[in-house]
């Protein structure tokens, strides 16, 4: 298997304009999880999803982040409009059972600026 | 609530010196999962290991090894004649069985670098 797959590895944008994210967990797997990595804050988990149900997405910053996952292949995370305080790099990961008895396989993870 | 602690920022040594990096968690839980990760300069997040809280028999691999003591809630991580391809941050990380679900905490991560 591939891994997790994360496109784009790297993403320029200008504030106010909508960011995707895109996600493919490795197949097979039942959970999958978007954590976000900045120096203020270390690693922190956004939200993550069980069979492409979110199931706690209480570390989604603010409204204008969303995340989605329309099947077990896929999942994106959306900023809009985004701010240059989310500026991080994202990372997807995702594990075959609950992730408390597996370990989390990580995307390469995206690098994101907004300026 | 669960926290990890990784007090050591930055860590510098030469090669084939042996380094411990240090891990104390925090919870309240009696079950939960300790990992470690390794996050080399390419930027990716590489899983290293995962010890149960009922588990505390220390483990080596090559020259990775782990210590796990409940009683200073602690897991340290070391490395032994370290090499200059170990240099990366190192991540504890922490799962709790009463989360909903399997979140990861993780710590502040120890910048090692191993010097020639």
């Known amino acids: 298997d591939a891994g997790v797959i994360q496109s784009p590895r790297h993403e320029v944008t200008e504030m106010g304009q909508e960011v995707t994210l895109r996600c493919k967990p490795i197949?097979?797997?039942?959970?999958l999880f978007w954590y976000r990595q900045t120096m203020m804050r270390g690693l922190e988990l956004l939200i993550y999803f069980n069979n492409n149900v979110p199931i706690d997405d209480s570390g989604m910053p603010e409204d204008r982040f969303s995340a989605k996952m329309p099947n077990a292949s896929f999942s994106t995370l959306k900023i809009q409009p985004s701010e240059p305080r989310d500026s991080a790099v994202y990372f997807c990961a995702s594990s075959l059972d609950n992730g408390l008895n597996t370990e989390a396989f990580f995307g390469q993870g995206t690098r994101l600026t907004v300026v | 609530a669960q926290k990890v602690t990784q007090a050591q920022t930055e860590i510098s040594v030469v090669e084939k010196e042996d380094v411990t990096l240090d891990c104390v968690y925090e919870t309240r839980d009696t079950t939960y999962y300790l990992f470690w990760y390794k996050q080399p300069p390419s930027g990716e997040l590489v899983f290293l290991i995962r010890?149960?809280?009922?588990?505390?028999q220390n483990e080596i691999s090559g020259r990775y090894s782990w210590n796990f003591q409940k009683s200073t809630s602690s897991f340290n991580f070391t490395i032994t004649a370290s090499q200059v391809v170990d240099s990366a941050v190192y991540f504890c990380?922490?799962?709790?069985?009463?989360?909903?679900?399997?979140?990861?905490?993780f710590g502040e991560g120890t910048q090692l670098t191993v010097n020639p």
């Open positions: 990380a922490l799962s709790e069985e009463e989360t909903s679900g399997s979140r990861l905490t």
């Open positions: 010890r149960n809280s009922f588990d505390e």
């Open positions: 197949s097979g797997h039942d959970y």
